[in-house]
Structures are given as C-alpha cells and as structure tokens.
C-alpha cells in the first residue's frame, strides 16, 4: 500500500511539474474558427496547384491554407507554437515554397505543419477543412 502510494505522488509530482498541463506545448489562445472559401476564387490563384498556398483571416493570427491535391487542403493557425503571442510571431512561407517559416523566433515547419528547425519543439496548430465542390470549409 505505501509503495502505491509513494508511486502515486511520484506521477502526481510529474504531472503538474510540467508548464502546461495538456502536454501540447505553448498554448495559443483559443479562438472560434468558421471560414468558408472557394478554391476556385481568384482571391486564392495559389490554391489552384499542388503545394500551392493562401493565407485567409480568421483564427488568431491567421490562417495559412496549402493544397495537398486537388481533394485535400491543410489549415493551420499562424502564430507560431514558440511563443504565439509575441507581437512578431506569425508564420509564412518561405519564398522558396518549400518550407513555412517564423522570421521572429527563426522555427521551421514543412508543409504538413511539422517543425523541422528552430526554438519551436511543437508543430503548427491544425484547424478542421472539409471540402465541399469548391468550398473549404474550416473549422476547429
């Protein structure tokens, strides 16, 4: 019964330890998304090629949208997980359009929105599409 106990205390002890109790890093201030776009607009030429991009309000500090194909797109929040309310931190692609970077704190993501490089150990905040003909919705 003591060992349980004293095991018990210990996973107490680690749990709350941790700077954020969730586990999923720093934490970006929680805003309610409900975006709708047509891919086919010509506000969105990007969204017309595979790996191509667009970036749309909404979100916190925006939302970046990149085309995987023709039936899937990605949407991810633009504040960097590094530290999401800094004045500077917004996350763009790089003008090679290979990689998405956060010219603040120097993280890197590809363009699934995992991080690659820099400070950040976290990968870009995911948002919900579903496409609908040519709408994309978005959503958390």
């Known amino acids: 019964m003591c060992k349980l106990w004293a095991l018990c205390a210990l996973l107490l002890l680690f749990t709350t330890a941790c700077n954020n109790s969730n586990g999923i890093g720093p934490r970006i201030p929680e805003v309610f998304v409900d975006e709708q776009i047509s891919v086919n607009s010509q506000l969105y030429p990007g969204l017309r090629q595979d790996g191509g991009y667009a970036y749309i309000n909404g979100g ?6 990149v085309r995987q194909n023709a039936s899937q797109y990605l949407a ?15 996350v763009e692609v790089d003008p090679s359009n290979l990689f998405i970077v956060d010219d603040c704190c120097g ?20 948002y919900r599409t579903a496409l609908s003909g040519s709408l994309l919705y978005i959503s958390n």
């Open 107 to 126: 993280s890197q993501f590809n363009m699934q929105g995992n991080v690659t490089g820099g400070p950040s150990v976290y990968g870009l905040q995911q």
């Open 76 to 90: 991810f929040e633009r504040a960097c997980p590094y530290d999401p309310t800094a004045s500077c931190s917004q």
């Open 60 to 65: 916190y500090k925006g939302i970046l949208i």
